[in-house]
């Protein structure tokens, strides 16, 4: 048996509630004993209502934010132990940024191969 392409094993991350002046007046739990795994292939959304900890575990999994407790695995090897983060990338919510529904998947990719005046011909091969 393979090990899954992403685990997530009991995930704990805490944030301080501060005041005005800085002092601390409280925690906020934003992931709470969080556990999933992403085989090979599959494709996982991650979805919830604002404030659930979606954007904090995505953190966690780029090595942006540092879990309380739990674990991080990319094909069976923790990244918290320094394994390489390489085979993970961030989509980010920026509509800017984002598939445009007005185009294409083939012109989305497209574009940025002409801003960077690459081959237009590699599209098909991209796609599949």
């Given at each position: ?69 739990g674990d991080i695995r990319i094909d069976g090897r923790s990244i918290l132990q320094g394994a ?39 599209v098909p091969a991209l796609l599949d």
């Amino acid at each position: 048996m393979t090990a899954p392409a992403l685990e997530i094993v009991n995930l704990v991350k805490t944030f301080a509630v501060r005041s005005a002046f800085g002092r601390q007046t409280g925690q906020v739990r934003a992931v709470d004993d969080v556990s999933f795994q992403i085989a090979k292939g599959e494709v996982y959304g991650l979805a919830g209502e604002s404030g659930s900890g979606k954007s904090t575990i995505a953190r966690m999994i780029m090595g942006l934010t540092a879990p309380d407790a739990g674990d991080i695995r990319i094909d069976g090897r923790s990244i918290l132990q320094g394994a390489d983060r390489g085979a993970v990338q961030m989509v980010w919510q920026n509509p800017g940024a984002s598939l445009n529904p007005r185009r294409t998947v083939g012109q989305s990719i497209r574009v940025p191969l002409d801003a960077h005046a690459k081959d237009r011909a590699r599209v098909p091969a991209l796609l599949d």
